[in-house]
């Protein structure tokens, strides 16, 4: 029993040649059709056209993506191109879903999206295949993302893991595609169900540390923090601000707050990221998903090097939970906070990865507006500004 994959890259301008050329090269040497294909691209392609290149190649093999804010193999990265991964496996089984309306009934969509786990499930248990996980997609744009997470945990009975990332724009917040098949939708979820005889290993690091004492969210609702102390919730950034005699003005509060985010405290003594999207007229925040009124929460802070130890950390994490398997691909699932902090140096985090994985192992990654992570057990969810990694087994 083997898995097989291998990563393909193209900035080609051309929509259609572009898709043909990264999956020509993640096709390349397999002597088998691929069981599942990934692709993440960003938004200077027309996608209908990217989709129809890359199963010109492909065939009709399940297909699962997503738009980006920038996108990465193992070998190349880039803000404006697409990468393909295709994976063939007899060890681990594909199965997708795909729905339609995320934002108007979130319930209803990951039950239509996920309406063949059970049986799927069942199927793959008989064969050997006791390990479940669901790798998704879904819309950037339509919040809630906490809820999201715990419906599709719920959907699966509570017998799978959950990992993916929210579809971007490259910071335009307009719209976000999702991918499943020749088909590209904004306000969708797509979930392809993987059933394997050896766990898909999981790991999560963010690598960020408290920068001030912890307050207490007084007022908000959904992703909306309106006070923090009983106070305007903007005002605890102008004072963190101030502290480090740090410009906060309307020129400047927005990348300010990117590279110091909302932490919020969980019960294991962590802190789960929020990133701060706008402020509001009247000094609310806007964030990528939910803090509860009563949360207790601080202001983050982090280095380059912190953040870089942090992919490292996260691939650790991911090795470790193979329980013993090799590692086959890897999929990076990554914010976009982080490239805009790490600028540059972005590339490293690939260097961290193969450090723990060694070479010869393939990296697709994109750059998300939130990461998912959630084991059986209920650990962790919806993220900001953090590095999840899931590694296939052999």
């Given at each position: 029993?083997?898995?097989?994959?291998?990563?393909?890259?193209s900035?080609?301008?051309?929509?259609r040649?572009?898709g043909?050329?990264?999956?020509?090269?993640?096709?390349?040497?397999?002597?088998t059709?691929?069981?599942?294909?990934?692709?993440?691209?960003?938004?200077n392609?027309?996608?209908?056209?990217?989709?129809?290149?890359?199963r010109?190649?492909?065939?009709?093999a399940?297909?699962?993506?997503a738009?980006t804010?920038?996108?990465?193999?193992?070998?190349?990265?880039?803000?404006?191109?697409?990468?393909?991964?295709?994976?063939?496996?007899?060890?681990?089984?594909?199965?997708?879903?795909?729905a339609k309306?995320?934002r108007?009934n979130?319930?209803?969509?990951?039950?239509?999206?996920l309406?063949?786990?059970?049986?799927?499930?069942?199927?793959?248990?008989?064969?050997?295949?006791?390990?479940?996980?669901?790798?998704?997609?879904?819309?950037?744009?339509?919040?809630?993302?906490?809820?999201?997470v715990?419906?599709?945990?719920?959907?699966?009975?509570?017998?799978?893991?959950?990992?993916?990332?929210?579809?971007?724009?490259?910071a335009?917040?307009?719209r976000?595609?999702?991918?499943?098949?020749?088909?590209?939708?904004?306000?969708?979820?797509?979930?392809?169900?993987a059933?394997?005889?050896?766990p898909?290993?999981?790991?999560?690091?963010h690598?960020?540390?408290?920068?001030?004492?912890?307050?207490?969210?007084?007022?908000?609702?959904d992703n909306?923090?309106?006070?923090?102390?009983?106070r305007?919730?903007?005002?605890?950034?102008?004072?963190?601000a101030?502290?480090?005699g740090?410009?906060?003005?309307?020129?400047?509060?927005?990348?300010?707050?990117?590279?110091?985010?909302i932490?919020?405290?969980?019960?294991?003594?962590?802190?789960?990221?929020?990133?701060?999207?706008?402020?509001?007229?009247?000094?609310?925040?806007?964030?990528?998903?939910?803090v509860?009124?009563g949360?207790s929460?601080?202001?983050?802070?982090g280095?380059?090097?912190?953040?870089i130890?942090?992919?490292?950390?996260?691939?650790?994490?991911?090795v470790?939970?193979?329980?013993?398997?090799?590692?086959?691909?890897?999929?990076?699932?990554d914010?976009?906070?982080?490239?805009?902090?790490?600028?540059?140096?972005?590339?490293?985090?690939?260097?961290?990865?193969?450090?723990?994985?060694?070479?010869?192992?393939?990296?697709?990654?994109?750059?998300?507006?939130?990461?998912?992570?959630?084991?059986?057990?209920?650990?962790?969810?919806w993220?900001?500004?953090?590095?999840?990694?899931?590694i296939l087994?052999?």
């Amino acid at each position: 029993m083997t898995t097989r994959a291998k990563s393909g890259y193209s900035d080609e301008r051309s929509a259609r040649s572009a898709g043909q050329s990264a999956a020509r090269q993640a096709l390349e040497g397999m002597s088998t059709s691929p069981d599942l294909v990934l692709v993440f691209a960003s938004t200077n392609y027309a996608f209908p056209e990217l989709l129809r290149g890359v199963r010109e190649v492909t065939g009709t093999a399940p297909l699962l993506g997503a738009s980006t804010a920038g996108q990465f193999t193992e070998k190349s990265g880039g803000a404006e191109s697409v990468v393909v991964m295709a994976v063939s496996s007899d060890s681990i089984r594909f199965r997708t879903g795909f729905a339609k309306g995320l934002r108007q009934n979130q319930r209803a969509t990951v039950e239509a999206a996920l309406s063949g786990f059970a049986e799927a499930n069942r199927a793959a248990r008989a064969g050997g295949l006791t390990h479940a996980t669901c790798i998704v997609c879904a819309d950037g744009l339509a919040g809630h993302g906490e809820d999201l997470v715990e419906q599709i945990h719920t959907a699966t009975g509570m017998l799978a893991q959950v990992v993916g990332g929210a579809a971007a724009d490259a910071a335009k917040f307009e719209r976000t595609d999702v991918f499943h098949g020749e088909e590209s939708a904004p306000d969708a979820l797509a979930v392809a169900m993987a059933f394997s005889r050896t766990p898909i290993g999981l790991g999560v690091s963010h690598g960020l540390t408290a920068g001030c004492d912890s307050m207490i969210v007084t007022r908000a609702s959904d992703n909306v923090l309106y006070e923090i102390n009983s106070r305007p919730a903007v005002r605890a950034y102008e004072d963190f601000a101030a502290s480090l005699g740090a410009p906060f003005t309307p020129e400047t509060r927005d990348a300010f707050m990117i590279t110091h985010e909302i932490g919020m405290l969980t019960p294991s003594g962590e802190h789960k990221i929020r990133a701060p999207l706008k402020v509001t007229d009247e000094g609310a925040l806007v964030l990528a998903s939910e803090v509860p009124t009563g949360t207790s929460v601080t202001i983050m802070r982090g280095t380059k090097d912190g953040l870089i130890s942090a992919a490292e950390s996260a691939a650790r994490a991911a090795v470790k939970n193979l329980n013993g398997g090799a590692a086959r691909a890897v999929l990076s699932f990554d914010c976009i906070c982080r490239r805009l902090f790490l600028g540059d140096e972005y590339r490293r985090q690939v260097g961290a990865f193969r450090s723990v994985i060694g070479d010869d192992v393939p990296i697709v990654g994109w750059e998300t507006y939130g990461e998912i992570a959630m084991t059986k057990n209920q650990q962790a969810g919806w993220h900001n500004s953090t590095s999840v990694l899931a590694i296939l087994p052999d």
